[in-house]
């Protein structure tokens, strides 16, 4: 069998063992619908409503503030377009949201659909390793903001946002609001790179909405979390049964659900030890890049970044090539985010730390997990320089590395 090394897994994880073990008596055994007032319903409404009292502890919230949703994608959709449709009629001005230009395409599409019924938009640029500014949100903010999305951690190029220094920030503009008789601003981060990694308690991040998913922490696609603070009401998307307090209608995913749980469980439980190991594993794949090949070098913060991300731009080459050649040698990569990586205009993520458009699809991304070893590493760093050599050969591009 041709050796496989995977180093994507900021687009998806492989299920953990423990977490499938957690499912399995869900998929055929305690089948039952959790609406269903026999034995069999009542035991996975039991096991569901474990489910979410062992995600809320976690989270630092409340049982109830809990919504199980089938993806990153869907909980980012009902946070922002439940939020803002729930608000719109109290509002008497066009409703204000703002945003920053790298955010998933689940935040950003969902705010510009906003923009088509009448809301304003405000997209904020982020400096050359992809942070926000405090002082430019500061500055943005108008009578009629009611809602500010700023991710947690980029999937693309691993940048670690303020999240905790917004909520500060946020928490002292509402009270001035407050004071003049203005409604509040509510705080939503998209968690979903961060989960695995990160502190996510909300009340320390000062967030009202969180979102993430079980794909990016090794648990079941078609899973997620919302997390909705008490007292913030949302409009729902999805009309029917009103499972989840009315907000996602249609029988519950028990299995997924119980998968998602215990993964978040375990990632949480073992995150210090991984960010260590994963730390030393990522820089020693940097350092090696950056010092056998010429023309490269690193995108996102050098030290405000996620463990397990590596994302580093090879001039002269495309990316596209580049990932043919690796996977011809087993290893998995991406240039960019899974999510639509068979587009082929440039990452905007890229393009909003300032790189120029004919360099952006020479970037790589190359994201670790727990299988990760330093025999993979070595491995990459072995064949990488000769297939970077070889597409430069047959490459009509030379460009100069000051355009980095």
Same mark, same amino acid.
């Given at each position: 069998?041709?050796?496989?090394?995977?180093?994507?897994?900021?687009?998806?994880?492989?299920?953990?063992?423990?977490?499938?073990?957690?499912?399995?008596?869900?998929?055929?055994?305690?089948?039952?619908?959790?609406?269903?007032?026999?034995?069999?319903?009542?035991? =996975?409404?039991?096991? *569901? #409503?474990? &489910?979410? !009292? @062992?995600?809320? $502890?976690?989270? +630092?919230?409340?049982? /109830?503030?809990? %919504?199980?949703?089938?993806?990153?994608?869907?909980?980012?959709?009902? =946070?922002?377009?439940? *939020? #803002?449709? &729930?608000? !719109? @009629?109290?509002? $008497?001005?066009? +409703?204000?949201?703002? /945003?920053?230009? %790298?955010?998933?395409?689940?935040?950003?599409?969902?705010?510009l659909a906003l923009k088509k019924e009448g809301f304003a938009i405000s997209v904020l640029p982020v400096d050359k390793h992809g942070l926000v500014s405090l002082e430019k949100i500061k500055k943005t903010v108008k009578p009629e903001t009611f809602l500010i999305s700023v991710m947690y951690a980029n999937n693309e190029i691993g940048?670690?946002?303020?999240?905790?220094?917004?909520?500060?920030?946020?928490?002292?503009?509402?009270?001035?609001?407050?004071?003049?008789?203005?409604?509040?601003?509510?705080?939503?981060?998209?968690?979903?790179?961060?989960?695995?990694?990160?502190?996510?308690?909300?009340?320390?991040?000062?967030?009202?909405?969180?979102?993430?998913?079980?794909?990016?922490?090794?648990?079941?696609?078609?899973?997620?979390?919302?997390?909705?603070?008490?007292?913030?009401?949302?409009?729902?998307?999805?009309?029917?049964?009103?499972?989840?307090?009315?907000?996602?209608?249609?029988?519950?995913?028990?299995?997924?659900?119980?998968?998602?749980?215990?993964?978040?469980?375990?990632?949480?439980?073992?995150?210090?030890?991984?960010?260590?190991?994963?730390?030393?594993?990522?820089?020693?794949?940097?350092?090696?890049?950056?010092?056998?090949?010429?023309?490269?070098?690193?995108?996102?913060?050098?030290?405000?970044?996620?463990?397990?991300?590596?994302?580093?731009?090879?001039?002269?080459?495309?990316?596209?090539?580049?990932?043919?050649?690796?996977?011809?040698?087993?290893?998995?990569?991406?240039?960019?985010?899974?999510?639509?990586?068979?587009?082929?205009?440039?990452?905007?993520?890229?393009?909003?730390?300032?790189?120029?458009?004919?360099?952006?699809?020479?970037?790589?991304?190359?994201?670790?997990?727990?299988?990760?070893?330093?025999?993979?590493?070595?491995?990459?760093?072995?064949?990488?320089?000769?297939?970077?050599?070889?597409?430069?050969?047959?490459?009509?591009?030379?460009?100069?590395?000051?355009?980095?």
């Open positions: 069998m041709k050796k496989l090394i995977y180093l994507d897994h900021a687009a998806t994880t492989p299920l953990s063992l423990e977490v499938k073990t957690a499912m399995e008596p869900f998929w055929s055994e305690n089948f039952g619908n959790p609406s269903s007032i026999y034995q069999l319903g009542i035991r =996975a409404k039991s096991a *569901l #409503s474990q &489910a979410r !009292q @062992k995600i809320a $502890k976690i989270l +630092g919230a409340k049982e /109830t503030e809990i %919504i199980f949703t089938a993806g990153g994608t869907e909980s980012a959709n009902v =946070a922002i377009l439940g *939020l #803002s449709r &729930a608000i !719109q @009629k109290t509002l $008497k001005k066009p +409703g204000h949201i703002i /945003t920053t230009k %790298i955010e998933h395409p689940a935040v950003l599409n969902a705010v940048t670690i946002e303020p999240i905790i220094e917004i909520g500060k920030l946020l928490k002292k503009i509402n009270q001035k609001r407050k004071a003049d008789g203005l409604s509040r601003i509510y705080f939503h981060t998209d968690a979903c790179q961060a989960a695995g990694y990160l502190d996510i308690k909300v009340d320390k991040l000062g967030v009202d909405l969180l979102t993430f998913n079980g794909s990016k922490i090794y648990g079941p696609k078609g899973s997620a979390v919302l997390y909705i603070r008490n007292g913030v009401s949302l409009k729902p998307l999805i009309f029917g049964g009103g499972q989840e307090n009315g907000l996602r209608s249609g029988t519950e995913n028990v299995p997924a659900y119980i998968g998602l749980a215990k993964a978040l469980e375990l990632v949480q439980k073992n995150k210090n030890e991984e960010i260590q190991r994963l730390n030393k594993l990522s820089q020693k794949l940097i350092d090696g890049i950056l010092k056998s090949i010429s023309k490269t070098f690193l995108n996102g913060h050098p030290q405000k970044r996620l463990p397990n991300n590596v994302n580093i731009t090879i001039l002269d080459i495309e990316g596209e090539a580049l990932l043919l050649y690796l996977d011809h040698y087993g290893i998995c990569a991406s240039t960019g985010s899974a999510c639509h990586s068979q587009n082929l205009q440039p990452s905007h993520v890229l393009q909003a730390i300032g790189l120029p458009r004919e360099i952006i699809h020479g970037s790589l991304r190359l994201t670790l997990g727990q299988k990760t070893t330093n025999k993979d590493i070595d491995y990459v760093l072995k064949v990488l320089p000769d297939i970077v050599k070889k597409l430069r050969e047959l490459s009509p591009i030379n460009i100069s590395l000051k355009n980095g």
